[in-house]
T-cell receptor
Framework: DAGVIQSPRHEVTEMGQEVTLRCKPI?????LFWYRQTMMRGLELLIY????????DSGMPEDRFSAKMPNASFSTLKIQPSEPRDSAVYFC????????????FGPGTRLTVT | AQSVTQPDIHITVSEGASLELRCNYS??????LFWYVQSPGQGLQLLLK??????LVQGIKGFEAEFKRSQSSFNLRKPSVHWSDAAEYFC?????????????FGRGTSLIVHP
């Protein structure tokens, strides 16, 4: 298996623009997590899906952030409009909820908003 | 609520020296415990995990960790560090089966290896 795939790996955009980050989880995994990592705040969970359904989005910072999982093999995280403080590395992770809670992380998308 | 503390932000060791990274957790019962490693520019990779049984667990890359219930700790060790071990290390705790699926991560410890 290729592991969790994220695209793009790097994104540079101007403030006010829409940004869409993409994630393909490992086949057979039915839990998907979006995290944000910054120096100041560390690794923050933004939202968690189970069987394509959002279970916990309490970590989504504000209404500018939205996430979807239209099917078991694809998820998006959208920021509209983007702001400089959104600059961070965004990780997608997937797991199979066998009770192990072991997560498999993608390589991340480094977002820079100027 | 569960929490994880990694008291050391940075650790510097010489290549070939032994290593111990500290992790303390707070939870009402015995949780699932994990150590992940993040190399520069990469995502997190699982090193090892503890669910139950033998309190000394072996992981990949020569790492091991010991669960000590009395100290609420799950420290990561390696007898001889290699330069390629320089990375960020994260301890994480997840509740036992039946609870939330969301693990809690510590803030991480950055390992610097001197030649």
């Amino acid at each position: 298996d290729a592991g969790v795939i994220q695209s793009p790996r790097h994104e540079v955009t101007e403030m006010g623009q829409e940004v869409t980050l993409r994630c393909k989880p490992i086949s057979g995994h039915n839990s998907l997590f979006w995290y944000r990592q910054t120096m100041m705040r560390g690794l923050e969970l933004l939202i968690y899906f189970n069987n394509n359904v959002p279970i916990d989005d309490s970590g989504m910072p504000e209404d500018r952030f939205s996430a979807k999982m239209p099917n078991a093999s694809f998820s998006t995280l959208k920021i509209q409009p983007s702001e400089p403080r959104d600059s961070a590395v965004y990780f997608c992770a997937s797991s199979f909820p066998s009770g192990s809670y072991e997560q498999y992380f993608g390589p991340g998308t480094r977002l820079t908003v100027t | 609520a569960q929490s994880v503390t990694q008291p050391d932000i940075h650790i510097t060791v010489s290549e070939g020296a032994s290593l111990e990274l500290r992790c303390n957790y707070s939870y009402g019962a015995t949780p699932y415990l994990f150590w992940y490693v993040q190399s520069p520019g990469q995502g997190l990779q699982l090193l090892l995990k503890y669910f139950s049984g033998d309190t000394l667990v072996q992981g990949i890359k020569g790492f091991e960790a010991e669960f000590k219930r009395s100290q609420s700790s799950f420290n990561l060790r390696k007898p001889s560090v290699h330069w390629s071990d320089a990375a960020e290390y994260f301890c994480a705790v997840g509740p036992p089966s039946g609870g939330s699926y969301i693990p809690t991560f510590g803030r991480g410890t950055s390992l610097i290896v001197h030649p």
